[in-house]
């Protein structure tokens, strides 16, 4: 994965997280509830064009956010598959940090460093995450 994508994820990855769990629990939620009918009312024709679209609008609008969950899933994964990476005590933190939703200049307040230190730290965990 390149860095620039690398560094992306790492500042999207906290609404990430979030959002895996949100459309996971959306998509286990299946709230399909039909009405069965009996006798001559279930020989009448219906007009279901209607409800077959809205239907399969639905299915289309589910497929979507599927796709993305598993994009979503794929980029969390690929920065946790390499945490292990990132030994040093200063990187651990400011990557913990990044990960917890923490902007640079909270990080900078935080952690008592200049705003230019976090970014020189960061483009090294950004390098040591994509295996320069």
Same mark, same amino acid.
């Given at each position: 994965?390149?860095?620039?994508?690398?560094?992306?994820? #790492?500042?999207? +990855?906290?609404?990430? @997280?979030?959002? %895996?769990?949100?459309?996971?629990?959306?998509?286990? $939620?299946?709230?399909? *509830?039909?009405?069965?009918?009996?006798?001559?009312?279930?020989?009448?024709?219906?007009?279901?064009?209607?409800?077959?679209?809205?239907?399969?609008?639905?299915?289309?609008?589910?497929?979507?956010?599927?796709?993305? #969950?598993?994009? +979503?899933?794929?980029? @969390?994964?690929? %920065?946790?598959?390499?945490?292990?990476?990132?030994? $040093?005590?200063?990187? *651990?933190?400011?990557?913990?940090?990044?990960?917890?939703?923490?902007?640079?200049?909270?990080?900078?307040?935080?952690?008592?460093?200049?705003?230019?230190?976090?970014?020189?730290?960061?483009?090294?965990?950004?390098?040591?995450?994509?295996?320069?």
């Amino acid at each position: 994965m390149n860095k620039h994508k690398i560094y992306k994820i #790492l500042k999207d +990855y906290h609404w990430k @997280v979030k959002e %895996i769990k949100r459309i996971d629990n959306f998509l286990e $939620d299946t709230d399909f *509830k039909g009405v069965a009918q009996y006798g001559t009312e279930a020989a009448m024709p219906t007009g279901q064009g209607v409800v077959s679209k809205a239907l399969e609008n639905e299915i289309l609008r589910r497929s979507k956010k599927s796709e993305r #969950l598993m994009e +979503y899933i794929k980029e @969390v994964n690929y %920065i946790n598959e390499r945490l292990h990476l990132v030994s $040093d005590d200063k990187q *651990k933190v400011i990557l913990d940090c990044m990960l917890d939703g923490m902007s640079i200049t909270g990080i900078s307040k935080h952690m008592g460093f200049s705003r230019p230190y976090v970014h020189k730290i960061q483009d090294s965990i950004v390098n040591t995450l994509a295996g320069d």
